[in-house]
C-alpha cells in the first residue's frame, strides 16, 4: 500500500485526488490538508460520503506518508515540497512552482523562488512522455491543464523535425474549474453562463512559458506558441485548437499513423480517425488525452484539436498517473482509461 498525503484537499484539484485515492486498490489515504476547513470534516465541505478530518497544512504527519500530493497554489506549493522532501516522502506538485527550469523565467512569471535548489531535481509530469525519468523522482511537476494536449499533439512531429516555422497557434477553451474554488468576479456563475470571453491573450498567460520551454524541447530548434486561452460557460474540460505548418509531403493518414506508432500501448491517449474530430465529451471524467487532426485546406497546414478533462489528465489524473509510475504499480490503477 502506498501512503499518500493530500495538500489541499479541499480546493477542486484535490476534491478529484481524494477520489481517487479512496477507490485505488494499493493507496491508502493517510491525511487531507486545508487552510480554511482545518478542524472540519470532508463531508460537511464536499457533498460527498468521505467522513475525514481535514487537518491545517503545518499538522500533516508527513513521516507517515510515501507520497504527498500538493494541490495547492504556486508560491506556497515550493515550501511544502521542501518540507516533504526532507521528511523522507516523495512529492508531486500540481503547481507550477516546479515546471519552469530557469528560475529567471519563473521570477518573471510569477515571484522569486522560494526554493530554487530544487528545481533542477523536478522532473516534468507530462507521463508519457517523460515515464522513466517519473520512475526514478523524488519530485514531479505536474504540467499545466493548458499545456498537456497541445504537448502531447505536438511531440511526435517536433521529435521527427515536422514542424515548419517557428510559431505554433493554439486556441483553447477552458471550462470554469480551471480557474480553482475560490470565486472571482471573471468567474462568477452570472459572468460566465451564457457567455463565452477570451483572456489573456497576447502571450500574457503564465502557460505559455511552459510550453515554449517543453516544446523547444522536442526538437531542433526554439518554438513559440502564439495563445489564445477562452473561459467556456461550463464547468470543467479543455478543446485546444492547435494551428501548425508541417512538413508537406506528410498526408494526414502518415500524421495519424505516426502519432500511433508514438503512442501505442499507451492508455490514455485516444486517437480519432480521420474525419472526427475531438470533443470535451470524449474526455471529460476520464484521464484521457484525445487526439485529432484534419487538413487546414491549406499546403502543408494541418489543425490538431486535443480534449482533456483540466481536473483529471490536466491535474490530478495525471499526477495520480505519475505517482502509479514513481511506485512500479499498474498505471491505469485509480483511474478512467
Ligand atoms: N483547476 C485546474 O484545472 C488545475 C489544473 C492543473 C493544475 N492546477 C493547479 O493545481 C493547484 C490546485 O488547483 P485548484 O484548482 O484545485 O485550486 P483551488 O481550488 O483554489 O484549491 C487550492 C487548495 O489549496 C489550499 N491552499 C490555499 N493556500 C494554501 C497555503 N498557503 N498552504 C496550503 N494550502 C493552501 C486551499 O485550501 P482551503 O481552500 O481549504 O483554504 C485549497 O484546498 C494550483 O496550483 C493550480 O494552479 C489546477
Redesign the pocket.
Known sequence: MVKVGI?????????ELVKAILRHPEAELVFA??????GQRYKD?YPCPYDLP?IA?EEAPLEQVDVAF????????AP?AQRVLQAGAKCI?????FRLRDPAIYARWYREHPVPQLINEAVYGLTEIYRQQIAQARLVA????YPTGPLLALYPFLRKNLVRGEQIIIDAK?GV??????PSLKTHFVNVHDSFSAYNVGRSHRHVPEMEQELSRYGEQPRQVIFTPHLLPIS?GILSTIYVSLDPSWNQEQLLDLWHETYAGEPFIQILESGKLATLAHANYTNRCVLSLAPAGVEGRFILITAID??LK???GQALQNMNVMFGLEETLGLVA
Open positions: 495538500f489541499g484537499a479541499t480546493g477542486y484539484a484535490g476534491y490538508s486545508s487552510t480554511s476547513y482545518a465541505v481535514l497544512p500538493l494541490c495547492t497554489p504556486h508560491g506556497a506549493s511544502l506538485d500540481l503547481s507550477a512552482d505536474n504540467p499545466g491543464c477552458s474549474s480551471g480557474a480553482g474554488a475560490k470543467r483540466n481536473l490536466g491535474a490530478s
